[in-house]
């Protein structure tokens, strides 16, 4: 049946900054499609709710509590995967971000920091997994990108040039570890999390997001962790070096930060 394409039976799964939002989502969704999964993030309280619904999924995790802004602690996850499970099949780098700034206050510093956290975290660990990935002859990979890395935001340089960045980076590594390990990418445009609160709270705000959206709504961490299980699962497997748009079909940047012309 063409559902089990989408199970994942067994495999294991690594997910960056898993605590709350897209990256719980997607290990929990992850463990209903059949995986294990090592679950990282700082707050160790964070991960043992997640820990708690993939449990009641039927599957194993193991939580991991440390800083993942240094791409060493990232790499880390791909031995206590192998440690712990035996084994690799998942890379899920969902840690990134980057707080907005006037093109004029962003210093070479400030985006080559910005960089570091959205894309060499997330190649520190990829390059980590794949011996491990390799070790049972195939693998995937899926980066959280964003929206902003493909269109133009006041505000967002730091960040949208990392986001970009970590796209490209998507398509150059595929090109390199086909084709036994597959890597794509996710473009997400405005969800509902902890990230996004402050926004989405605001009637004004969350209607002009609503109204610059095909659907008309405001994703929810599933609709990511949906993609990233087809993605990360056989269902996916003739697609690699892919960017996927999961935005409800956003017409641009739908955030107004009130950086004036200069």
């Known amino acids: 049946m063409i559902l089990d394409r989408f199970r994942l039976t067994d495999k294991v799964a690594v997910v960056t900054a898993a605590g709350k939002g897209i990256g719980a989502a997607t290990a929990v969704a992850l463990a209903e499609a059949g995986a294990d999964v090592v ?9 043992e709710g997640v820990a708690k619904r993939v449990a009641a999924a039927g599957r194993r995790s193991k ?13 880390s996850l791909a031995t206590t995967a192998k440690e712990e499970f035996g084994r690799l099949d998942v890379v899920v780098n969902n840690l990134g971000g980057w707080m907005p700034r006037p093109i ?6 400030h985006l080559e920091r910005a960089f570091r956290f959205n894309v060499a975290t997330a ?5 980590a997994a794949v ?8 693998g995937a990979v899926v980066n959280i990108s964003s929206l902003t890395a493909s269109v133009g935001a006041r505000g967002m340089v730091a960040y949208a040039t990392a986001k970009a960045g970590l796209s490209h980076y998507t398509r150059a590594a595929a090109a390199e570890l ?5 890597v794509n990418a996710i473009e997400v445009g405005t969800i509902a999390t902890a990230a ?7 009637d004004q705000t969350r209607t002009h997001i609503e109204g610059t959206t095909a659907l008309r709504r405001i994703g929810e961490p599933d609709d990511i962790a949906a993609a990233v299980v087809f993605l990360a699962s ?11 748009h999961v935005d409800g079909g956003a017409k641009g940047f739908q955030l107004e930060l009130g950086i004036p012309d200069l």
Request: net charge negative; aromatic share 2%; hydrophobic share 45%.
């Open 178 to 182: 086909g084709p036994k390990i597959r």
């Open 234 to 244: 056989p269902a996916g497997g003739y697609v690699t070096g892919t960017v996927l």
């Open 123 to 127: 190649h520190a660990l990829v390059r």
């Open 131 to 138: 011996p491990v990935m390799l070790e049972n002859a195939t």
């Open 63 to 75: 939580t991991v509590a440390l800083d993942l802004a240094e791409p060493g602690s990232a790499a």
């Open 196 to 202: 996004t609160d402050i926004v989405i709270q605001d």
């Open 39 to 47: 679950i990282a993030a700082r707050t160790q309280a964070d991960l």
């Open 104 to 109: 004029l206050d962003v210093s070479p510093g």
